[in-house]
């Protein structure tokens, strides 16, 4: 019996497909705005259901080939301007900025190297997992599959990350946790909540290139304190907060973007006096804390929440398209950032974190991760090695993570380096992207992880020349 209702649904699938072909066909050559035949009109023609009719016609409605008018019939839509794929790429003449490589990286045809992107290639990713979890999700029900999500975020997720953060050190309950789709709208959630335009706020330099896109977008003063393999230059720091008296400092204190260093246990303690003598706020942003191995200091482990937050997402670990982040903080601030998420965005991807802590409480997860510190471990070596005999010098040498800062050779420009790689379809990504001071033009990123392919190397090899 099943066999057989397999075969019905394949082959009724079959007659839509070629349905959808042929009405497409013959919307595309009449006129516009003209009335197509009617679903009992077609059903009859082509000796089909009308049921089948009904879903090819909705499909050409999505596709805004068809318009449909209740009561009347199904119209061929009005022309619109057709889009023109060769021109809709990513402009490789603009200025080399952080939304430059955000659109290299997103708009590079299929096939092209991605070197200089901060994610995961696909097959490294636990497709399967994410699948059978959907499967299991649908199949159990008692899932959220349409309400709007609370205002905190999934409860059974938000105790499995009370439960993870305490492995870290950092003590904070469910009611501690905001769920929110990302680490980035996590990062511009807790900006416009704690800031107001004209604020100066502390960054790492070289650091994340999308936070100075944040920041300046709405409106801050954005100030990069240097980056050392050990953490922000302590010294630095507390002559910037003198003279700027920012009232927010972002880092990632685990596996650093994107020079991949960690922040010591000497270096978290003296900067959080530091902070305190300033009277800040640090946004610890842990979205690489699971590729390490050896777990570094937690910013918020040894503050209790008194100055920091703490952010997290699993977009590099598991899914950048089941978008789940989150916010840990001191509870009343917890409320604030509530009511703050209601007002902008009123909900977040329920579904996502359902999604998410399924993975987390099964085991799924903690699986995945393990393979990937491995295989990222046997990359790394690759990397650095390929990289020095091309002249390359890394700044320092990362125990974990996806990261590898390197030095180009005395001569060369990243960004010029850059512009030619991508006639070759390749996408580096360019010290003074990253760099607030402007002053890592002879440095690249390289993601350790998008450079399995030997051809990288040679054609590095080559526009090197």
Known sequence: MGIQMAQESEAKGSRTTALVAFLRQAALQAAPEQRLPSIRQTAERRRVSPSTVVEAYERLVAEGVVSARPGSGFYVAARTQPLVLAASGARHDRAIDPHWIMRQSLEMPAGALRPGCGWLPDGWLPEGLIRQALRAQAREGGGNLTAYASPAGHSSLRMLLARRLAGYGIEAGPQDILLVDSGSAAIDLVCRFLLRPGDSVLIDDPGYFNLQATLRAQGMTVIGVPATPAGPDLAAFAALATA?????????????????????????????????????????????????????????????????????????????????????????????????????????????????????????????????????????????????????????????????????????????????????????????VFSVSRSADRFLRFNVAQCEDPALFRILGEIMR
């Open 244 to 432: 700027h008296r920012p009232k927010l400092y972002v880092t990632v204190a685990a596996l650093q973007n994107p020079t991949g260093a960690s922040l010591t246990p000497v270096a978290a303690h003296r900067l959080l006096k530091l902070v305190e003598a300033h009277d800040m706020i640090v946004v610890e942003d842990d979205i690489f804390g699971d590729f390490e191995t050896v777990p570094s200091p937690r910013l918020a482990a040894l503050d209790g929440f008194e100055r920091v937050v703490h952010l997290g997402s699993f977009s590099k670990t598991l899914s950048a398209a089941a978008r789940c982040g989150y916010i840990a903080a001191r509870r009343d601030w917890i409320e604030g950032l509530i009511d703050f998420k209601l007002a902008t965005a009123f909900g977040h991807q329920d579904l996502s974190a359902q999604l998410v802590g399924r993975l987390l409480a099964e085991g799924g997860y903690r699986r995945h991760v393990e393979g990937l510190r491995a295989r990222l471990a046997r990359m790394r070596k690759r990397v650095l090695a390929a990289l020095r005999q091309l002249g390359f010098e890394p700044w320092l040498e990362p125990q974990a993570g996806m990261f590898i800062w390197a030095q180009l050779p005395e001569g060369y420009d990243s960004a010029a380096l850059a512009r030619k790689a991508l006639a070759h379809n390749v996408v580096l990504a360019p010290g003074n």
